[in-house]
């Protein structure tokens, strides 16, 4: 674990204007990887001890979190994030929190997966941060409740020690553990306020599950695909492309900027094994003005792997769902997709199953990561 340590200390009161002006963070090399915790892929805050201030279930917001320094309520400031109230000493003569007082919150993973790297964003919480943090995970099968969950039997391993943090800032700490987790919980030391969660790392699926599904979308991110680069980002991450369901509006899939050069643009997936695809949905959902005028789709067998054409350069239509069945199937571990010249797609979907060594090599990766 390694924290970001130009973020701790204290933060400045609002002044005015915009409310972010004075926010920290910095370029936290973990990022590239999905967020598990992430609304769309089923995550939750699932119990928290206190929240008496801001609900809990604010940590997990897809958007940045908001500040209007005139919004109050009935209980006091209303912010954008979870916030308990102040803890207490046990008497006037002891008037202040013990040294292991500590709030907490229960978040369930939208997918199991290797943690490699945690923000705990403190925006907009200046004078009522968390002296420190701490997170811990657990990994437990099916739908555990949070009784279950705080059994005295579960066992919690440290992703990040307690460790002092910044307000409104970005703090950020790197990963080390090679275990595959289903649960987090996140402690503040000994009270105050976190605006949002963000856990990044690799999904790591059920090996049976997969199994007894047969046919499934190979590039979900769900079922253990992952982005592994992609030629441009600027309107909107290449990893929106594998993400659960329809896009429901432009920015809910992968737009590129405007070309001014001969160039194309592409992402490169790595799949949760090696597969046998069948069928290739592209789609273009709210993507109008701006979709992707052609699109070709490429795999590879293996890191070491010649590239080779499944579906040729094919011209796409906007806002809408592309089908394509292959005359064979076609084994692969990594795909990639080229759009001509620029422009975006919403979703990629490729459908088929795991080849038998594919499975073989999936139950001895979760095996490993103690599965």
Do not use: C
């Not at 239509?317 to 394509?324: G, L, S």
């Amino acid at each position: 674990m390694n924290a970001i340590p130009s973020f701790t200390g204290d933060a400045s009161p609002y002044g005015g204007g915009d409310p972010y002006a004075d926010y920290r963070t910095a370029d936290f090399p973990f990022t590239q990887y999905a967020d598990l915790a992430d609304r769309r892929l089923g995550a939750g805050v699932i119990a928290a001890n206190d929240e008496f201030f801001a609900e809990r279930e604010n940590l997990l917001k897809p958007d940045a979190a908001e500040f209007d320094p005139e919004d109050f309520g009935h209980k006091g400031k209303i912010m954008d994030g979870w916030e308990t109230r102040r803890r207490r000493g046990v008497s006037a003569a002891v008037p202040h929190p013990t040294d292991d007082d500590h709030d907490w919150a229960l978040v369930r993973l939208g997918a199991p997966g290797v943690v490699r790297g945690i923000v705990v964003d403190t925006a907009h919480f200046r004078g009522n941060y968390p002296q420190a943090v701490s997170v811990e995970a657990t990994s437990v099968a099916g739908s555990p409740s949070p009784d279950e969950l705080l059994a005295d039997d579960v066992k919690w391993v440290t992703l990040v020690p307690r460790t002092a943090v910044g307000g409104h800032a970005a703090n950020g700490f790197a990963v080390d553990v090679e275990q595959r987790f289903t649960h987090l919980r996140v402690n503040q030391h000994p009270d105050g306020g976190i605006a949002r969660l963000r856990v990044y790392g690799e999904v790591a699926p059920d090996p049976k599950w997969l199994a007894v599904l047969g046919t499934f979308d190979l590039a979900a991110l769900e079922n253990g695909a992952q982005v592994e680069d992609a030629s441009d980002r600027f309107y909107s991450p290449a990893t929106n492309t594998i993400q659960p369901g329809r896009s429901r509006k432009m920015d809910d899939g992968w737009e590129t900027r405007r070309r001014r050069d001969k160039g194309n643009d592409w992402i490169r997936y790595r799949l949760a094994a090696q597969s046998e695809i069948r069928a290739v949905e592209i789609d273009t959902a709210y993507l109008k003005g701006n979709s992707a005028g052609w699109a070709a789709l490429s795999v590879r067998d293996g890191e070491s792997g010649e590239w080779r054409e499944i579906l040729p350069r094919t011209r796409l239509q906007p806002d809408t769902n592309h089908r394509f069945v292959l005359d064979a199937p076609a084994v692969a571990t990594h795909v990639r997709i080229d759009i001509f010249p620029d422009g975006g797609i919403s979703r990629l979907r490729l459908f088929g199953s795991l080849t038998s060594d594919g499975a073989a090599r999936l139950n001895a990766r979760h095996q490993e990561l103690g599965g």
